[in-house]
């Protein structure tokens, strides 16, 4: 179906709102993949905060243009996906975890930005590999946590040990 004009228009400028919003972009290469595995991307990616979003490429790049993301869409592999990512490495680590564990699907990544810089595919790729922020913020805790807890062990061993010498003191005198 042909799109219109302003259906034209109101597509790009939502798309350029999204990609102002997002924290990271991965534009993923589609051609092949069956609308079941499409689906369970895009509940993945919902699960992590994350969308996906099909449109050409002539649109993506007058909407990502208009964000101030220096990708040329055009020159990106076959029929392009994009995911966007409140998260700087949710929607990366999403569709690196599908690739890795759906061998036979044809779904390959093709670049992607942080920001409004562009990333090679490596990068995406060792930017899947970084903890999320909900892992960044559990080893904080647990970092912040390990000197108080031994601290509070130290102080029991301290209290537990006066106890003994008082108690040995009354056994003395008894």
């Given at each position: 179906m042909q799109q219109?004009?302003?259906q034209?228009?109101i597509?790009i400028?939502?798309?350029?709102?999204?990609?102002?919003?997002?924290?990271?972009?991965?534009?993923?290469n589609?051609?092949?993949?069956?609308v079941k595995?499409?689906?369970?991307?895009?509940?993945e990616?919902?699960k992590s905060?994350s969308s996906?979003?099909?449109?050409?490429?002539?649109l993506l790049n007058?909407?990502?243009?208009?964000?101030g993301i220096?990708i040329?869409?055009r020159?990106?592999?076959?029929?392009?996906?994009v995911a966007?990512?409140?998260?700087?490495v949710?929607a990366?680590?999403?569709i690196?975890?599908?690739q890795k564990?759906?061998?036979?699907?044809?779904?390959t990544i093709?670049g992607?930005?942080?920001?409004n810089?562009a990333?090679s595919?490596n990068?995406?790729?060792a930017?899947?590999?970084?903890?999320?922020?909900k892992?960044?913020r559990a080893q904080?805790?647990?970092?912040?946590?390990a000197?108080?807890?031994?601290?509070?062990?130290v102080?029991g061993?301290?209290?537990r040990?006066?106890?003994q010498v008082?108690?040995?003191?009354?056994?003395?005198k008894?």
């Amino acid at each position: 179906m042909q799109q219109t004009k302003q259906q034209k228009e109101i597509l790009i400028k939502a798309v350029t709102e999204k990609a102002k919003e997002s924290k990271a972009l991965v534009f993923a290469n589609y051609k092949g993949v069956t609308v079941k595995n499409l689906t369970a991307i895009r509940r993945e990616l919902a699960k992590s905060g994350s969308s996906w979003q099909v449109l050409k490429k002539t649109l993506l790049n007058i909407a990502l243009k208009n964000a101030g993301i220096e990708i040329n869409a055009r020159e990106l592999d076959g029929q392009v996906g994009v995911a966007f990512s409140h998260d700087e490495v949710a929607a990366a680590k999403v569709i690196s975890e599908f690739q890795k564990n759906n061998k036979d699907v044809p779904l390959t990544i093709e670049g992607g930005s942080l920001g409004n810089k562009a990333l090679s595919v490596n990068e995406i790729k060792a930017l899947a590999k970084l903890p999320s922020q909900k892992e960044l913020r559990a080893q904080l805790v647990g970092t912040l946590q390990a000197p108080i807890s031994s601290f509070v062990r130290v102080l029991g061993g301290n209290l537990r040990g006066l106890v003994q010498v008082l108690k040995a003191i009354e056994e003395k005198k008894v």
